[in-house]
């Protein structure tokens, strides 16, 4: 039987010494919570949503709850969630007043035909499937104002320059059926155009999760992630090189040299191995496996 495992990350960045801890118990409540759900024997997609959840719901990180806000300071919301054992797929884009946008994308994912829902359609669907929406002030915080204020004025301001801080989340799980599952949901960069999206809804390239090879969920400068398709390359590496660890670096090597990236990405191999790489200062991560007694937390 295989042995469940699970990896998260709540982004990577410049973390400053004065939110480094809320990071650190944030991804590891989450990596618990996935984890809770796997040993009762729940599936690999319930866990990830489980945990993607408990980070969307923390304001700490830049995802639900805590999100950054756009140029004209509203939020827009993106998330994608697959399924390794069947490629199912579910993405959203541009969704506003939704509390917890991988529950969504979920939804479209197992009650639609779609891959990609986005904006207006996209809410539209959430209100047939019954989705609450919420106000602009349950997902922005106090501190997202703040920011947003400060850079309207901010002439020098770009969007790699963001990746001081960019703390998208996600989770990769494997559970004892042996079937992998991939989430990633993001508020996207501060203060971006109205309408702009990155990698994290983007099948492949935000995540990607196949039983055959593994599953990954990238976080960073999305643009440049995009263009590297970096959740799908860091499988690719993973089948050639037979390690993770090692997998996820080369996928970041590509995405340095290539496009001048910056990011990270944490990766499950089929048999439940982690890896995780980051050529930012930190990745807030947190990841258990069958053989461990509590999460692995790392930054």
Not at 102 to 123: D, F, N, P, T, Y
Not at 155 to 184: I, N, P, Q
Request: proline share 5%; aromatic share 6%; hydrophobic share 45%.
């Amino acid at each position: 039987m295989p042995r469940p495992a699970i990896i998260v990350h709540g982004g990577a960045w410049d973390i400053p010494t004065d939110l480094q801890e809320a990071c650190r118990i944030g991804v590891r409540r989450a990596a618990e919570a996935g984890w809770e759900v796997l040993e009762k024997g729940g599936t690999a997609r319930d866990a990830v949503e489980a945990a993607i959840v408990v980070m969307e719901d923390d304001e700490t990180f830049d995802a639900g709850r805590g999100s950054f806000l756009n140029a004209d300071g509203q939020v827009e919301l993106d998330a994608g969630f697959m399924d390794g054992a069947d490629l199912q797929v579910g993405a959203v884009a541009g969704v506003q007043f939704i509390r917890n946008p991988i529950r969504l994308a979920r939804a479209v994912m197992e009650k639609s035909e779609h891959v990609l829902l986005i904006a207006e359609g996209a809410q539209r669907f959430a209100h047939k499937m019954g989705f609450p929406l919420c106000e602009l002030t349950d997902l922005a915080v106090p501190r997202e104002f703040e920011r947003w204020q400060k850079l309207l004025y901010d002439r020098t301001y770009s969007g790699r320059r963001a990746f001081v801080r960019a703390d998208t989340v996600g989770c990769v799980a494997l559970d004892m059926a042996g079937h992998v599952a991939a989430g990633t949901s993001t508020g996207g960069t501060p203060n971006k155009m109205p309408g702009r999206v990155g990698d994290v809804p983007m099948v492949g390239c935000g995540f990607y999760a196949d039983d055959e090879y593994g599953g990954a969920s990238s976080t960073g400068w999305g643009e440049a992630i995009a263009k590297v398709i970096l959740a799908r390359l860091s499988l690719h590496h993973l089948a050639e090189l037979g390690d993770p660890q090692a997998a996820a670096r080369a996928a970041i090597r590509v995405l340095a040299d290539k496009v001048n990236g910056v990011g990270g990405v944490i990766l499950l191999s089929p048999d439940g191995r982690p890896g995780w790489h980051h050529n930012t200062p930190h990745l807030a991560y947190a990841y258990r496996t069958a053989d461990m007694a509590e999460p692995v937390v790392g930054l």
